[in-house]
């Protein structure tokens, strides 16, 4: 399901980058890494990809403010699921609110990931 997919990991913890990025290749994804979303917008704004992963708290804009501005200035509907390593309700509800299509708690296994694609629509 994952394979050949162009996946922009928006992630400033190394580990998590590592362990995430990892699990993705052997998948056959295609990775690029993002450590804050800065960066994200600028890779949204150079190049196509499939589908998003965003921490919620990165240095400099955080994967709330990426979020929306890849939906309302860049006008984008890629497929963005939150990251986080919380379950608290009010933060998956606005993540909903500024665009993103799901939220996974870290650490995630693919199984998971690839659940919640299933649940979404997306890749089928």
């Given at each position: ?42 890779e ?7 589908l ?10 955080d ?62």
């Open positions: 399901m994952l394979k050949d997919l162009k996946i922009l990991i928006a992630e400033d913890n190394v580990l998590n980058q590592k362990i995430v990025s990892h699990n993705l290749l052997r998948s056959g994804a295609n990775v690029t890494l993002a450590i804050n979303g800065n960066e994200v917008i600028e949204m704004t150079r190049g196509h990809y499939d998003i992963l965003m921490d919620l708290y990165m240095p400099l804009t994967g709330f403010e990426a979020t929306e501005y890849i939906r309302q200035t860049l006008n984008n509907n890629i497929p963005i699921i939150a990251l986080s390593a919380s379950n608290f309700e009010d933060e998956i509800k606005r993540c909903m609110s500024i665009g993103m299509n799901a939220c996974i708690v870290k650490p995630f296994d693919l199984e998971k990931l690839q659940k919640t694609l299933l649940e979404l629509g997306i890749f089928n």
